[in-house]
């Protein structure tokens, strides 16, 4: 089978799923043609099942903005045709669907679009009025479609009125990747004591990720426990992350890493994960944590729910909840026995749930139920 994949190649859970995808597929003798404007990030492997296909933008001065979505299209239906795809998987529905639908009318060989829905596009864009049809459009005209919770398929039909049959495939983490490692002189490096926890959370500070409470919960935990926060990740919220802790005279023990690469590495010093957020379809963070042997505190909105185990792989709280969630912390963090628990419930619970073999296959079989068709 030949499968074209188009995600957003930059830093984002959905670049990474889709290249996870695209290399375990690739792994299981599948030819993998990736489509995007740029090389994906995570795309660091030789394998002679992997193609790359770059849209190039034509910068012509008659056309005030390039058009991008155009020239996805036809990149998409030149490698449909010149490869024999058998399956366009794109990851967001805007513009990726909407660009692959064009490309299937425009291509001569017959292929299948699979879309998978990753929740920015249904819960931001999906409320702009603008946008609202033409996802609904991208969505129906899929051949099939695939959301990463049951919260995002629930969301996209309040939202959006589609009359689609979604999937839920939950997303997956690369377990050879994501394992705790032995890296105690990371944190040694970082001039963090032996006996302080670590408490981490990564995200590309965007106003949904609420950093503020993150940085609010973190300041009541060290008044009981001694600790460091360190946040991992660069976006528009990073300036008032910055101001925030100075204004509350944590500098010392707030560390800002900006981008990082290795996030295993880092989870493997880590005691305790928090992600306070306002939306999240799933929080592929959280499970990178949990197969790292982290318990993590999570918001109770969107797919977090589904892949937090109150009580047992760690807690939710309600948005904003900062005093709940330093109350769960500073339980969690000075019980060793009641945190040691939580990290293993967490690791079953990712090799269990989210195996990524398994979710592998089902893209497979759903991509086998396609094809018989
Ligand atoms: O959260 C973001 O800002 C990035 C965004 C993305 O495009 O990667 O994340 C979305 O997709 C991830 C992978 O499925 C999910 O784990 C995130 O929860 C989801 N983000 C939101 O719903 C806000």
């Known amino acids: 089978m030949k499968i074209g994949i188009t995600c957003y190649p930059t830093v984002g859970g959905s670049g990474i799923i889709a290249t996870e995808l695209g290399k375990l597929l690739a792994e299981k003798g599948y030819e993998i043609h990736f489509i995007t404007s740029s090389l994906p990030f995570r795309l660091d492997c030789i394998n002679p099942e992997i193609y790359y296909h770059e849209v190039e933008i034509s910068h012509y001065p008659v056309f005030q903005y390039p058009p991008y979505d155009l020239a996805l299209a036809a990149k998409m239906a030149e490698v449909i045709d010149r ?16 660009s692959a639908i064009l490309a299937k009318d425009i291509a001569k060989h017959p292929v299948k679009i699979v879309t998978t829905l990753h929740g920015t596009d249904i819960t931001v864009l999906g409320i702009d009025r603008t946008f609202k049809r033409m996802i609904a459009y991208g969505i129906e005209k899929s051949d099939a479609v695939t959301a990463v919770s049951h919260d995002l398929v629930n969301q996209t039909i309040r939202q959006l009125h589609v009359d689609k049959d979604i999937e839920v495939i939950y997303n997956f983490v690369n377990e050879k990747e994501y394992v705790k490692k032995d890296r105690a002189f990371i944190k040694e490096q970082y001039g963090i004591q032996k006996d ?92 990178e944590a949990m197969a790292c042997e982290v318990a993590t505190i999570g918001t109770n909105i969107g797919g977090i729910p589904e892949v937090i185990v109150h009580g047992e792989t760690g807690f939710l709280v309600e948005i904003g909840d900062t005093s709940q969630a330093a109350d769960y912390a500073i339980q969690l963090l000075s019980d060793p026995d009641l945190l040691r628990r939580f990290s293993q419930a967490a690791l079953k619970r990712a090799k269990t749930m989210f195996y990524s073999d398994e979710i592998v296959d089902q893209y497979i079989a759903l991509y086998d139920r396609l094809l018989e068709n």
Do not use: C
Request: charged share 25%.
């Open 83 to 98: 490869e024999k795809l058998d399956i366009l998987h794109v990851h967001y529905a805007m513009p990726h669907a909407i």
């Open 196 to 287: 302080e926890k670590v408490i981490i959370h990564i995200s590309n500070f965007r106003k949904v990720k609420r950093i503020q409470d993150i940085i609010e919960t973190y300041s009541m935990i060290v008044k009981h426990i001694k600790s460091k926060l360190i946040l991992v990740g660069d976006g528009p919220e990073s300036q008032t992350a910055f101001e925030i802790v100075q204004k509350l005279g944590l500098q010392d023990d707030v560390l800002f890493l900006g981008r990082q690469k290795n996030i295993s590495d880092l989870l493997s010093i880590s005691d305790l994960k928090l992600l306070m957020s306002e939306q999240e379809s799933f929080g592929l963070v959280l499970l």
